[in-house]
């Protein structure tokens, strides 16, 4: 077998404790931590091809190339009212390791009080205390040398990070030019260089650890860290190609249990029986549309679509948070080498490429590293903070008072958390502006951290010809960017970042590589500029999107503290759609750590059974 799938007639033919529908970041989790218990039998099917070898996934400088290709799933929002009616596009990973072979690699972990809050809304055991273990686990941090962190700033304390975990991280030994100016500069604006951004706080300015192996400089996720060095364990089996429709339930003694999953693999449909669990493991679009079709859900959202209810579960695809992006272009140094302007000249791609397959350095070793994360504070006076937190009285409704109130006391309360994140990197990363040939361009970027933007993923009503939903039918992504209360404190948090961001690349050194700003354009007359209307225009996704199956207790929520899916035995929810609350980070470490407690809770309650 090596470290291929196997084909449809052995996995038919497998008898499975435990299954895994989807063979992303948490799934592969999941499935290889339950694989070494050789008393289980674990089955994975995922919808896209498992590839190892591309070097758009592998190879770190040519992230992106991966977007809007065989390996994404290429949905979309609806027509967003609050971004004047656009339509963003939503990359999620259609490939073995999902989204973790098509993101940009940054590796780092949140404040400890926004895990602290998934604790505080009942879930007990995922505060900061309750995952830090599961953080190391899932980690093997290789250490920059003492040269590499008074150059780079590639600071790390080894009581926060894993030393035998299957992702491998590391800092990345070159860095673009602008990077050498980035710590300096933001201490000239008042920020603090953070050495420690993983033992609790992540504010301040800092290097950006990577998911990368060093010795080769490959991408590591979850297909090639976890997948690829247990693919030959005989009960663990895997199935690429393979879309699941539905899951099968049947009602026991008045509860309504999972039994196994319908199909398709190569045009042909198929059903398999599992005695044991079923982990839906389908990520933040996925694994909510998968309960839904499965009859899992609201009953309006269910009735229109033509599917039967099965279980009442209004909060399935609610709940949906988004980091919310914004990108300023800047004309830079054009003596400055980018990863774009490889793309307009194919010799300058092809010397990289040879010198990247010989000596694995260069541009294609290079990643976006220069970050900072800082509270609203920093840049706003704390009475007009204090003033928002205020109006945003929480409701009485039980069901979401709590997060309601931890959401207003980030404002209020005088709480040092990374509410907006800034990264600087080389090359034109917004798709409104149009980069010339002969230019050389490094865009700021701009990330909400907690936006209170609050929307929806389901499936649509039935088509035109009366016939059911189905999986084929791309789900309804609504994320109401900028609309409500919530979502006028999100837009004026946004453009007040903007702000900031303009003091930072005027600032020196930075801004002596800086000719001037693009996009968007300089505003007319000497007055403050007034960002609204571009932030609007400008707004996309961070490709971040969690909450959609949240974690509580009760009504309200979609899972349980063990992320048992509430009203059906046998079935879990294991992935980013489970976070109740959005937190300040990219999701990939912290995915990886819910898939390592989610397979040991998975475990010790086998171990427990009857």
């Known amino acids: 077998m090596g470290s291929l799938p196997r084909d449809i007639d052995f996995f038919l033919s497998t008898n499975f404790t435990h299954l895994i529908v989807g063979g992303g970041t948490a799934g592969l989790v999941v499935a290889t931590r339950l694989a070494e218990n050789e008393d289980l039998v674990v089955g994975v099917l995922e919808a896209g091809p498992a590839n190892f070898d591309d070097p758009r996934i592998s190879v770190p400088g040519r992230f992106g190339e991966t977007l809007n290709t ?11 009212p609050g971004l004047n009616g656009r339509a963003i596009p939503w990359a999620r990973g259609k490939v073995l390791g999902g989204s973790s072979a098509l993101n940009i690699m940054t590796w780092n972990r949140a404040c400890r009080e926004d895990y602290d809050a998934w604790e505080e809304l009942g879930n007990q055991g995922w505060g900061w205390d309750g995952l830090l273990p599961f953080f190391k686990k899932s980690e093997t941090l290789h250490k920059s040398t003492e040269e590499h962190q008074l150059i780079h700033q590639s600071h790390f304390d080894s009581n926060f990070h894993g030393a035998a975990g299957p992702v491998q991280t590391s800092y990345s030994t070159q860095y673009g030019a602008s990077h050498q100016h980035w710590h300096e500069t933001l201490q000239k604006v008042g920020v603090n260089i953070n050495r420690s951004h993983f033992s609790g706080s992540n504010v301040g300015a800092w290097t950006s650890l990577t998911s ?41 003694e008045g509860e309504w249990t999972a039994i196994g999953a319908r199909f398709t693999y190569e045009g042909e449909e198929y059903s398999i029986r599992v005695p044991g669990e079923i982990i839906i493991c389908a990520g933040s679009v996925q694994s909510p549309q998968l309960l839904e079709l499965s009859g899992i859900g609201d009953p309006k959202v ?15 695809g609610e709940n949906l948070q988004d980091h919310l992006m914004t990108c300023m272009i800047y004309e830079i140094d054009p003596s ?4 774009e302007s490889l793309r307009s000249d194919p010799e300058a791609a092809k010397a990289a490429d040879l010198e990247y397959q010989t000596s694995r350095t260069g541009i294609r070793t290079t990643l976006p590293s220069s970050v900072a994360y800082l509270p609203f504070s920093h840049y706003l006076e704390p009475d007009y903070l204090s003033k928002l937190g205020t109006s945003m009285t929480p409701s009485d409704n039980a069901k979401t008072k709590t997060r309601e109130e931890i959401q207003a006391r ?30 050389r361009y490094a865009s700021m970027l701009q990330m909400l951290q907690y936006p209170l933007s609050n929307g929806s993923i389901h ?8 016939q059911r939903t189905t999986v084929e039918d791309k789900p309804i ?12 404190i999100d837009l004026e948090m946004m453009a007040s970042a903007q702000k900031f961001a303009a003091k930072i690349v005027s600032s020196k050194p930075l801004a002596d590589i800086i ?7 300089a505003q007319d007359g000497n007055g403050e500029e007034d960002f609204t209307e571009w932030v609007k225009d400008n707004t996309t996704t961070d490709w971040h999107p969690v909450g959609t199956c949240a974690m509580g207790p009760g009504d309200g929520y979609v899972v349980d503290e063990r992320l048992r899916v509430h009203g059906v035995k046998g079935l879990r929810v294991c992935d980013a759609s489970i976070m109740p609350l959005q937190i300040s980070a990219h999701l990939q470490a912290t995915v990886y750590a819910i898939g390592e407690k989610g397979a040991s809770l998975i475990l010790e309650d086998w171990e427990a059974r009857a």
């Open 459 to 466: 499936i649509p009503p039935t088509r035109a010809n009366g």
């Open 477 to 488: 992504i609504d994320p109401k960017y900028y609309l409500g209360e919530g979502g006028r």
């Open 336 to 339: 400055i080498p980018t990863l």
């Open 212 to 252: 990368v192996e060093p010795e080769r400089s490959e991408r590591s996720y979850s297909a090639t860290a976890y997948y690829r060095p247990c693919a030959k364990r005989p009960n663990l089996v895997l199935l690429a190609g393979a879309t699941v429709q539905e899951l099968l339930l049947g009602s026991r």
């Open 302 to 316: 269910l009735q229109a679509a033509g599917i039967d209810v099965k279980v009442d579960s209004p909060a399935v």
């Open 70 to 80: 065989e390996y994404d799933w290429q949905f979309a929002t609806v027509s967003q």
């Open 515 to 521: 000719v001037g700003r693009v996009w968007p354009p």
């Open 410 to 439: 980030r404002f209020t309360h005088d709480q040092n958390l990374g509410q907006i994140e800034y990264n600087f990197d080389l090359s034109n990363y917004n798709v409104n502006f149009k980069s010339k040939a002969d230019k």
